[in-house]
């Protein structure tokens, strides 16, 4: 199985972006389907965006998809989500996923079947 490790989580300021890293290790990275996920406190894990094998297809959260761009570098086993304009409501623990079970990028957390142990992202007004 495939093992996800997630960086790039922090502390800025409104406005302010950030670059999430996703390094994925244990297994070959290119056939699973790739996604990120976020959790804020009280709140259900939402979806955030989600990217296909060969990072040709990318789905994204209408609310986040225009500040909230998908990619990934199968030489390098990551796949990212740069994080631009940030604001206090995108404050949250940020997640990457992995699957096997889906080729095109969706939205489902049962989808998924691998997951990180989350990056803290904190976004100060």
């Known amino acids: 199985q495939v093992q996800l490790v997630e960086s790039g989580g922090g502390l800025v300021q409104a406005g302010g972006s950030l670059r999430l890293s996703c390094a994925a290790s244990?297994?070959?990275?290119?056939?699973?389907?790739m996604g990120w996920f976020r959790q804020a406190p009280g709140k259900e894990r939402e979806f955030v965006a989600a990217?296909?094998?060969?990072?040709?297809?990318?789905y994204s959260s209408d609310s986040m998809k225009d500040r909230f761009p998908i990619s990934r570098d199968n030489t390098k086993n990551t796949v990212y989500l740069q994080m631009n304009s940030l604001t206090p409501e995108d404050t949250a623990v940020y997640y990457c996923?992995?699957?096997?079970?889906?080729?095109?990028?969706?939205?489902?957390?049962?989808?998924?079947?691998?997951w990180g142990q989350g990056t803290q992202v904190t976004v100060s007004s």
């Open positions: 996923a992995a699957s096997l079970r889906i080729s095109a990028p969706k939205q489902t957390v049962s989808e998924y079947n691998f």
């Open positions: 244990g297994r070959t990275f290119s056939p699973y389907t």
């Open positions: 990217i296909n094998r060969l990072g040709t297809t990318t």
